[in-house]
């Protein structure tokens, strides 16, 4: 971000907390967000998918669910069509 700086200019620190704060998505910024390019908004977008916690959760889920139904045949239902 702050490579890609354009009229406003954000101090090198305060690029580097916004990447964290995006990376661990808890929201926090010490610039307007308003004042950002669309590139630096971006890859504050792509940062937040990254540091997000919700698809890591949801591969272990899987996984687990997976590894819990490998035996048992009740896990995935069956379809029954009207005769």
Known sequence: ?????????????????????????????????????VMQQVIMFWQMLIGSLVRPCYRVEERLMADLCINRHDCCPTVFLPA
């Open 1 to 37: 971000m702050y490579g890609i700086n354009t009229e406003f200019q954000i101090p090198y620190i305060d690029c580097l907390f916004l990447c964290v704060s995006s990376m661990t998505v808890n929201g926090l910024a010490t610039v307007d967000l308003s004042t950002l390019s």
